[in-house]
């Protein structure tokens, strides 16, 4: 498909437009996600809202794929429709716009179509169907190899007669949700692993902005572990928006556990104290919630009774979006949002080296507890020390 005649696109938006009379907040939030999108396209955009419609205009030289590459990344769009914009110059030059369109688009004509004009402009000389009948006659007669079919045609053209034209027969499309930022903030526990990273970008798909913590246990774990984790949060970024990523030093908590618990509940106390400090952290940046990529029966560590254990050190409610999803849907997901081939490096997290060779699939809340007095002599000044060392890395 050439793209030199596209110089904008109409980009289209689902649950935003049954929002009533919030619609207009939802709509800025679209828009000024769609400008931090294109920051990293090369070129010039302006993102305008007109009368319900959004807008994306080249203003200068772009990379069409780039750019739409881009667009498929903001929540909150359902299609990305490349567009020939022109002035109303009369009947004739809008025929010839679409004639040229249409050669411009489509190398072989042999397929069917129909035109669906609309005249939101109705000082317009033509009503709507008269430029059906009209537009469709001029491409018969250019391209006598096209058929009509007005129930289910292969290619829909579409022209909008509005302060301009607008002219477009594809949509391209996008990730849906709502816009990032329109619901909220939650921290997502972020690992190395497959599961979490999926966990943060379906979150941000319902419009909640997203910071991120990670557990470092150095020396245990490389630092080639930590920048791993760092590569993720920017993949998960690239649809988010900016993410602030704590790395919590968890070695000495981690130590005092395995020295003082009993090994088999290693993974449950441990886990437990990283919600404890992944809430505080939470509280610190205005977040409603956390986010984790569980997933029922996965691990002896998401089990029903295991993680009913883990909640009850949090107030805030959990967020656990890939819960009922088997294995392979979630590396499918990964996959499609190119985090896979980053989360399978071979670098094990905190999670991962302290694990107990037994572990306890149907912990007792009340036992467990038991096990944690164990821990009342040092490990309140572990965690707040672990806290007020958090080193803070920006990921835009």
Known sequence: MEVVMFKAFLIKYGEIGVKGKNRYLFEDALVNQIKFALKEVEGEFAVTKVDGRIYVQAQSEFDYD????????????????????????GFDDLAATVVEYFKQTYKNMNFTFKVNARRARKNYPLDSMQLNAELGHVLLEAFPELKVDVHKPDVLLQVEIRQQINIYSIEIPGPGGMPVGTNG?????LSGGIDSPVAGYMIAKRGVKIDATYFHAPPYTSERAKQKVVDLAKLVARYSGPITLNVVDFTEIQLYIYDQCPHDELTIIMRRYMMKIAEELANRSDCQGLITGESIGQVASQTIKSMYCTNEVCTMPVFRPVIGFDKQEIVDLSEKIGTYETSIQPFEDCCTIFVAKHPVTKPNLNVIRKSELKLAEKIDDMVRKAIDTVEKIEIN
């Not at 903030?185 to 526990?189: D, I, N, R, W």
Request: proline fraction near 3%; glycine fraction near 6%; charge should be negative.
């Open 66 to 89: 780039e750019t739409v590459d881009a667009l498929k990344r903001v929540f909150g769009i359902i299609g990305i429709c490349p567009m020939v914009q022109i002035e109303d110059n």
């Open 185 to 189: 903030k939650a921290m997502l526990l």
